[in-house]
């Protein structure tokens, strides 16, 4: 490895003077016309030596995964359920109120595996579609549901943290740098908020609509989110089962995510511990001996970074050693630098 800064590969200076003043020039040009995306921007080819400008990447986009395929998801899982669970209504024994609304607060609870009881299989046929239908919805639930909330909260982290940073005018990269370091942790505010105004709509039906005391209606909510449902307090009206097909999906994929974001925090704290301590305490001559990993007695910028995302946790030796394997392949001539003629 190099022991220069200018020839040295991983750091960002690296890049020619000549360069660095085109890019300059673009981005002031791009100013001037005041939109970065115009059809008249200059784009720089690297093959002529130049560097392509790009805008910053939304911290905030958008994944692959559309709504409207989790809907189509959710409504063939729910159709195909209701239309089973209809044809063999028969063979569900339980406290009935109308026999197709009944099929989808069936699929519902299966799915979501809260199982209250006050609806279940009786015969060997109800109890092999209720067995195929609980892993199937299990499937869609950890997976597709959940992605979906992801992104839903995503979008409701920006609201969020446009709130708690009111009065402050920033733009959509600048809001992005500052909840950026906090993002999982404000994930895990804007999916708490949700869940206790869903406990909150939850208990208030069921004391409303099928007449509970107040804290057996708390205490069915509570069953109900963590599928924990015994099922001495269900939803038994006609009203009462149609909130609860919506209302269960919801709340179970908000209390899960809930969990999730929670580790995440706990996690991403003690990442952060591991970082302020490799960047802070002191080098001594046994760390310098592990960075120089060509043995040559000195350490390059290259490898006192290499050695430092290793202490981080960023990356493992396993790692290193696959790229160095990579690199190995690509160097032909085993010259111990890669050129075009290698590549070719």
């Known amino acids: 490895m190099s022991n220069t800064d200018v020839k040295d590969p991983l750091l960002p200076g690296t890049v020619d003077v000549s360069l660095q003043s085109r890019l300059k020039k ?47 998801f959710l409504a063939v899982y729910l159709g195909i359920g209701a239309v089973c669970f209809f044809l063999v209504r028969d063979q569900i024994d339980g406290k009935k109120t109308n026999e197709v609304l009944d099929a989808i607060y069936f699929c519902v609870v299966t799915m979501t595996t809260v199982g209250y009881g006050d609806l279940v299989p009786s015969t060997t046929l109800a109890k092999f579609l209720a067995c195929v239908f609980v892993f199937a919805g299990m499937a869609l639930v950890g997976f597709v ?17 446009k709130a708690i940073h009111l009065g402050k005018d920033y733009n959509s990269t600048e809001l992005a740098d500052v909840v950026g370091p906090n993002k999982v942790k404000y994930k895990f505010l804007t999916t708490l908020v949700l869940l206790v ?62 969990f999730y974001y929670f580790a995440e925090v706990c996690t991403e704290q003690r990442q952060r511990s591991m970082i302020e301590c490799a960047l802070t305490r002191k080098l001594t001559v046994s760390d310098l001996r592990a960075a120089d990993l060509d043995n040559n007695d000195e350490v390059s910028p290259a490898e006192f970074i290499v050695y430092k995302l290793k202490e981080m946790g960023k990356i493992t030796d396993e790692d290193v050693t696959t790229v160095m394997k990579g690199f190995k392949m690509l160097d032909v001539d085993l010259s111990g630098t890669l050129t075009e003629s290698d590549i070719v």
């Open 197 to 258: 105004g869903l406990m909150i709509a939850g208990t208030l039906f069921v004391v409303f609509v099928e007449g509970l005391a107040v804290f057996d209606a708390f205490y069915c909510v509570c069953a109900t989110i963590t599928t924990l449902g015994y099922g001495d307090k269900s939803f038994s009206t006609k009203s009462g089962r149609i909130f609860a097909s919506f209302w269960i999906v919801i709340s179970t994929i908000c209390l899960a995510r809930l």
């Open 26 to 72: 673009v981005l002031e040009r791009r100013k001037n016309h005041g939109c970065g995306s115009a059809p008249g921007d200059e784009v720089l080819h690297p093959e002529h030596n130049d560097v392509k400008t790009s805008h910053p990447p939304d911290s905030f986009a958008p994944n692959s995964l559309k709504f409207r395929h989790v809907f189509l």
């Open 145 to 161: 549901l959940s992605k979906a909330a992801d992104r839903f909260l995503e979008k409701q982290e920006i609201l969020f943290s």
